[in-house]
């Protein structure tokens, strides 16, 4: 029904900057929550920002200050600004979607999304 897909990953040397975005298609009778979460090889999926349907977000401490997180309720689309990236940035970046507006309680936690991307490659070389 609703299908999410990922797109803007790559490869960039570290102090450089992407831009992931996710968009949606299939119903979309509302703006849910969406977030963003990243699995390195060999690591649990791990949590990275959350936007509500109204634009609140909120971001793991291990990117605080370097991603933002920012969406386009008329194109459908989620964005993830990265930037000063670094190595362990180093994932495959997943776009995830709830089913409210409002942020997910906890919004880190992947069981709270019901949609998932297939997720785009960012590599950080040093």
């Known amino acids: 029904q609703v299908q999410l897909v990922e797109s803007g990953g790559g490869l960039v040397q570290a102090g450089g900057s992407l831009r992931p975005s996710c968009a949606a298609s299939?119903?979309?009778?509302?703006?849910?929550?969406m977030g963003w979460f990243r699995q390195a090889p060999g690591k649990e999926r791990e949590f990275v920002a959350a936007?509500?349907?109204?634009?609140?977000?909120l971001y793991a401490d291990s990117v605080k200050g370097r991603f933002t997180i920012s969406r386009d309720n008329a194109m459908n689309t989620v964005n993830l600004r990265m930037n000063t990236l670094v190595p362990e940035d180093t994932a495959v970046y997943y776009c995830?979607?709830?089913?409210?507006?409002?942020?997910?309680?906890?919004?880190?936690?992947?069981?709270?999304?019901?949609?998932w991307g297939q997720g785009t490659q960012v590599t950080v070389s040093s």
């Open positions: 995830a979607a709830t089913v409210l507006t409002q942020l997910a309680v906890p919004p880190g936690a992947p069981e709270r999304y019901s949609y």
């Open positions: 936007i509500s349907g109204s634009g609140s977000t």
């Open positions: 299939g119903p979309t009778l509302s703006n849910p929550a």
